[in-house]
C-alpha cells in the first residue's frame, strides 16, 4: 500500500511567492499512475519548506494564493479526476496564460541539459537546480565553472533566456485585467531579470563589463524589492573570485563521485561512501571558513550529505 505525498509550495520555485501553478505537472502524475493498484492515496503538503525566508502563509492571514491554488488542483486532479486545464476554469483562470507562465517558469529557472540528467552522489539524488538554493541566486565563480562543464549548448542557453523574458514580458501585458497580482508577476519578472543575468555571467566570456551589469542588475533588484517592503524577495551572492578548476579536473570528479543509476558502483563502496567521508570531516575541522552558511544551515545540509 503507498501514498503519494505532492507538495504545494513548490520549494525550488519560490516558495509560494512566485506565481507557480502546479496543476498540469499534478496531472502528469495522475496519468503516469494510472492502474497502480497499491497507490490508495495522496497527502498534500502546504507549508513545508521552512529553512527558506519566505513569508507567506498558506490558509493563514492574507494566504499564500499560489499555494492554495495548488492545492486545490491536487485535490481536484487525484479525487475528482479533473485536468489541470479543468481546475483553472473552475477558479475562473485563464488556462493558456498558466501555461504560459508555467513555461516562463520552468525555462527560466532550470538548464533542461543539466536538469534532465540523473545524476547521484553518495546517497542523493542531485537536484535538477543547482544556481538557485532555495531562496538564493548564485552568481559565483565555483557555479560558473559548474554550469559551464554540465551545459554545453552556452550560446543556446543565452538565447533560451532571452525567449524567457520576451514571453515574461507579453504575460505582464495579458495578465492586466484578470485575476492575478499584478505585483507577484511583476516580482516574478524582476527575479528573472537575475535569473537571466545569471545565465550571461555564467556562459558569456568573463570581462570586467559582465561583472558591471551583474552588480547593476543586483543592486537595482534589492532598492526595488528592500528586505522591509511587502514582499520577501530572493538574496542574491555574488564573488568573482577566480577558482582554479580545469575542465579536466571536473570531468574526472564528475566520473568518480557521481553515477547515473540508482545502483551503486565499485568505486563508490571503495571510495565515494567510505574515504570521502573521512577525508569531507578532515576537511571541516581544518577548513577556518568550511561551506558558505546559506548551503549548511538549509534543508540537508552538506553535512548530513556525507555522514
Known amino acids: 500500500v503507498e501514498f503519494l505525498e505532492l507538495h504545494a509550495r513548490p520549494e525550488y520555485e519560490g516558495g509560494g511567492e512566485l506565481p507557480t501553478y502546479l496543476g498540469f505537472e499534478f496531472e502528469r502524475y495522475a496519468k503516469e499512475l494510472e492502474g497502480v493498484e497499491n497507490l490508495v492515496g495522496i497527502s498534500v ?3 513545508t519548506g521552512g529553512w527558506h525566508r519566505f513569508r507567506r502563509f498558506t490558509f493563514f492571514g492574507e494566504g499564500s494564493p499560489w499555494v492554495e491554488l495548488n492545492a486545490r488542483a491536487a485535490i481536484g486532479v487525484f479525487e475528482k479526476g479533473m485536468s489541470g486545464g479543468k481546475v483553472l476554469e473552475a477558479e475562473g483562470l485563464p488556462v493558456e496564460f498558466f501555461r504560459k507562465l508555467n513555461s516562463v517558469i520552468l525555462c527560466g529557472w532550470y538548464f533542461s541539459e543539466f536538469a534532465s540528467e540523473p545524476f ?61 497580482s499584478d505585483e507577484d508577476l511583476e516580482f516574478l519578472r524582476d527575479t528573472l531579470e537575475v535569473v537571466m543575468m545569471a545565465r550571461r555571467y555564467y556562459f558569456s566570456n568573463y570581462s ?14 534589492k532598492q526595488k524589492w528592500p528586505k522591509s517592503g511587502p514582499k520577501t524577495r530572493f538574496r542574491v551572492k555574488t564573488d568573482f573570485a577566480p577558482v582554479r578548476w580545469k575542465r579536466r579536473t571536473l570531468k574526472w570528479g564528475s566520473l568518480v563521485m557521481l553515477r547515473r543509476r540508482r545502483a551503486y558502483r565499485f568505486v563508490d563502496y571503495a571510495f565515494v561512501l567510505t574515504l570521502l567521508g573521512v577525508l569531507y570531516r578532515w576537511f571541516r575541522k581544518s577548513a577556518k571558513k568550511g561551506m558558505p552558511e546559506v548551503v549548511q544551515e538549509s534543508a540537508m545540509g552538506v553535512d548530513a550529505v556525507f555522514k
Open 208 to 221: 570586467p563589463e559582465i561583472v558591471r551589469e551583474v552588480e547593476l542588475v543586483k543592486k537595482r533588484y
Open 120 to 180: 547521484y552522489f553518495r546517497r542523493v539524488r542531485i537536484p535538477p537546480i543547482l544556481h538557485i538554493y532555495w531562496d538564493t541566486i548564485f552568481l559565483i565563480e565555483p557555479v560558473r565553472k559548474l554550469m559551464r562543464f554540465f551545459v554545453k549548448d552556452h550560446d543556446g542557453a543565452i538565447k533560451k533566456g532571452d525567449e524567457v523574458m520576451r514571453l515574461m514580458d507579453e504575460l505582464i501585458m495579458e495578465g492586466r485585467g484578470i485575476a492575478v
Open 45 to 47: 503538503w502546504c507549508q
